[in-house]
């Protein structure tokens, strides 16, 4: 009666669990940048190894040796969807989408690089007086010598679909400096290791080593354009109705376990 308790509590929990994660990607449908969470569950029996006496003959032992039936569900793994979302036209000059699986780099507060997929950059000031391009939230974005880019005065940046910066003269557009600055474009062999440490920000953990794409073609960049979420708004939502059945289920069931332990005690109490 017990363990039939703990599976309907734990089957609820996770329930809740998915649909704080659906409702989190519904709300987040038109954000730019976002990545869809999604959670997934270990089986319901899950397995404990080397936690019971290793006696073969154990009084009661009704599973292997060194093997342990658990009970519930568990919620093993929270991760992020990396599918890149569709590129939305802004025709903003600083706003760049990658296409491909690389990120942009940009400088961390502790000064290393951070990886990212929202290229919504603007030119923000050094605190030299040099203008420099950044994010909303002042982190210099890097090239692929890992410095900052500085935009000279007078000037605007133009990114060709390499992801190589130039600058054009504002009030004579004719007047190009070709600078030829490369965009850090790097790539992770496993996204899924990355550490989310902000909004669209990801940390590399050790070992986890990053490659620079470069000037190679394999990722194109696309200047005015940003990175729309990617949460799939009908998916989300048929999920939702899956979730809720689950959760019904599940509370029905804790429902008749407990009415039939009151069965139980009124049998007994007489």
Do not use: C, W
Request: hydrophobic share 35%; net charge negative.
């Amino acid at each position: 009666m017990y363990t039939s308790m703990i599976n309907a509590v734990s089957g609820m929990r996770s329930a809740q669990l998915k649909m704080d994660s659906i409702g989190n990607n519904v709300a987040n449908t038109n954000t730019h940048g976002y990545k869809a969470q999604e959670v997934s569950f270990g089986s319901v029996l899950a397995q404990q190894y080397k936690v019971t006496p290793e006696e073969p003959s154990k009084e009661g032992r009704l599973t292997p040796l060194h093997l342990r039936v658990g009970m519930g569900a568990l919620a093993n793994l929270h991760r992020y969807n990396m599918h890149p979302g569709a590129p939305v036209q802004t025709d903003v000059e600083t706003d760049l989408y990658i296409q491909g699986r690389a990120f942009f780099q940009v400088q961390g507060e502790n000064g290393e690089p951070h990886l990212t997929r929202l290229g919504a950059f603007q030119p923000m000031n050094n605190g030299d007086g040099r203008m420099v391009l950044g994010t909303a939230d002042g982190r210099r974005v890097l090239d692929a010598n890992q410095e900052t880019i500085e935009i000279p005065d007078g000037y605007r940046v133009q990114v060709n679909e390499r992801g190589i910066i130039n600058y054009v003269e504002i009030s004579n557009p004719n007047n190009q400096i070709e600078a030829g600055i490369q965009l850090s474009l790097v790539t992770v062999p496993n996204r899924q290791a990355l550490v989310q440490v902000g909004e669209n920000l990801y940390a590399t953990p050790e070992g986890v080593e990053v490659e620079q794409v470069g000037n190679t073609g394999e990722v194109l960049v696309k200047q005015g354009f940003l990175e729309g979420s990617n949460v799939d708004l009908a998916k989300e939502m048929s999920t939702l109705i899956e979730v809720q059945r689950h959760f019904q289920f599940n509370s029905r069931a804790l429902q008749l376990i407990d009415e039939m332990g009151q069965t139980i005690n009124n049998i007994y109490g007489r």
